[in-house]
């Protein structure tokens, strides 16, 4: 089956460490992004990434790093610079170029807990 | 400054009824705009695209229509279900933007009353 798997589930943090969410894909798609959910709120972009070996900024990327030394792996860490990181974690994919007008598959998320 | 508003308010309607949510956005040039469905807990499930110069798009039982001179995209169920229960997102890709990076609105919950 292709898809997208996040792992852990769910995460529990303690102040003060960093910890970091793994995110897979094997749809053989060059973009990968995680996004951040708040409760009862959208999707905030973290960090994107459209080929291996580089990675941009989104909006909201303070106190977040990632790496992209793979095709099919985007390792989202959260670090202890991060104020409020308690939230849902989101991360997807999509196939590049002009005309593909790159729907995002999405994997089931990580549920973030510091507690 | 740039928003993307959808009503944050839930829309309870009886099954077989329409549902109609609306997705509004300021000071954007989409260049074309998607749909996403999200059940609790899970991750967003696309359903459709509409690109600017398309006024309709269906699927199903689903319709979007975008209208870039209100600056506004309706989306429609049809015939609803309780099985249509969840939270609807609409996501802004713009002209040429770098990664064909989504800006999501904040979703509207739709329940479905049997």
């Known amino acids: 089956d292709g898809g997208i798997t996040q792992s852990p589930k769910y995460l529990f943090r303690k102040e003060g460490q960093n910890v970091t969410l793994s995110c897979e894909q094997n749809l053989n798609h060059d973009a990968m992004y995680w996004y951040r959910q708040d409760p009862g709120q959208g999707l905030r972009l973290i960090y994107y990434s459209q080929i291996v070996n580089d990675f941009q900024k989104g909006d909201i990327a303070e106190g977040y790093s990632v790496s992209r030394e793979k095709k099919e792996s985007f390792p989202l860490t959260v670090t202890s610079a991060q104020k409020n990181p308690t939230a849902f974690y989101l991360c997807a994919s999509s196939r590049q170029g002009s005309f593909s007008y790159n729907e995002q598959f999405f994997g089931p998320g990580t549920r973030l807990t510091v507690l | ?114």
């Open chain 2, 1 to 114: 400054s740039q928003k993307i508003e959808q009503n944050s308010e839930a829309l309870n309607i009886q099954e077989g009824k329409t549902a109609t949510l609306t997705c509004n956005y300021t000071n954007y040039s989409p260049a074309y705009l998607q749909w996403y469905r999200q059940d609790p807990g899970r991750g967003p499930v696309f359903l459709l695209l509409i690109r600017e110069n398309e006024k309709e798009k269906r699927k199903e039982r689903l319709k979007v229509t975008f209208d870039t001179t209100l600056k506004q995209s309706l989306f429609h169920i049809t015939a609803s279900q309780p099985a249509d229960s969840a939270t609807y997102l609409c996501a802004l890709v713009l002209l040429r933007a770098a990664g064909n990076k989504l800006t999501f609105g904040g979703g509207t919950r739709v329940l479905v009353k049997p």
